[in-house]
Every structure is written in structure tokens, then in C-alpha cells.
Nanobody, 123 residues
Framework: VQLQASGGGLVQAGGSLRLSCAASGRTLSSYGIGWFRQAPGKEREFVAAISWNGGSSYYADSVKGRITISRDHAKNTVYLQMDSLKPEDTAVYYC?????????????????WGQGTLVTVSS
């Protein structure tokens, strides 16, 4: 499976963006999907994840209440709606497939990472 993340860009603080993670080569309907981000000089960190059927979602404390993850099985795509963006949200955002059991925020449980999309939030 190949994942393609898109939707990043430059936005002012307080603005919104919607990221998309589109899959090709295999349906994502049986898998949990996670979004992670990596700021310059920092480690990649968990942002949000959604279960295979969309029934459960998980968020990092730093984004709760501002970011919403959703999925569309028909489009084989997972979305990340980001509102009230802050400069500290600036990072490259990656999506990946959860391939192993365990907590959804565990980076090592994910594979098939997309190439990432850059989000820049100006103050």
C-alpha cells in the first residue's frame, strides 16, 4: 500500500487546514490509521489516530479540541481537520498504517509511511 499525504501549506495562527491521506494499492478499511508530525530538530510525534471502522479516535493532548480525524472508506482516504492552528503546530505531517496491536500512539506500530506534507503556521 502507498499513502499520499496532501493539504499542507502556509496559514496564519488561528487558521485551519484539512490534510488528506489517500491510499493506493490496498484498501485501508481493515486498518487503523495514524497521523504523526515532525518539527525541525525534533522527533516524530503522535498527533491523532482512528480505528479501522472509524468508531474510535485518539488524540495527543497538545491537539485535543483543535484537530479532528475522520475517514471515508469509499474514497480510501483519512482526513485531519486542523483548526485554531498555532505556530507550534508547524511540522511535516505524515500518515501511516497501524500494522501491529498496541496503543495507537506508538510510532513503532505503524508502517507504510507517506511522504509527508508540510504545515507552516505563522504568528
Amino acid at each position: 500500500v502507498q499513502l499520499q499525504a496532501s493539504g499542507g501549506g502556509l496559514v496564519q495562527a488561528g487558521g485551519s487546514l484539512r490534510l488528506s491521506c489517500a491510499a493506493s494499492g490496498r484498501t485501508l478499511s481493515s486498518y487503523g490509521i495514524g497521523w504523526f508530525r515532525q518539527a525541525p530538530g525534533k522527533e516524530r510525534e503522535f498527533v491523532a489516530a482512528i480505528s479501522w471502522n472509524g468508531g474510535s479516535s485518539y488524540y495527543a493532548d497538545s491537539v485535543k479540541g483543535r484537530i479532528t480525524i475522520s475517514r471515508d472508506h469509499a474514497k480510501n482516504t483519512v482526513y485531519l481537520q486542523m483548526d485554531s492552528l498555532k505556530p507550534e503546530d508547524t511540522a511535516v505531517y505524515y500518515c501511516a498504517v497501524k500494522v501491529a496491536s498496541g496503543n495507537y500512539d506508538g510510532r513503532r506500530l505503524y508502517d507504510f509511511w507517506g511522504q509527508g506534507t508540510l504545515v507552516t503556521v505563522s504568528s
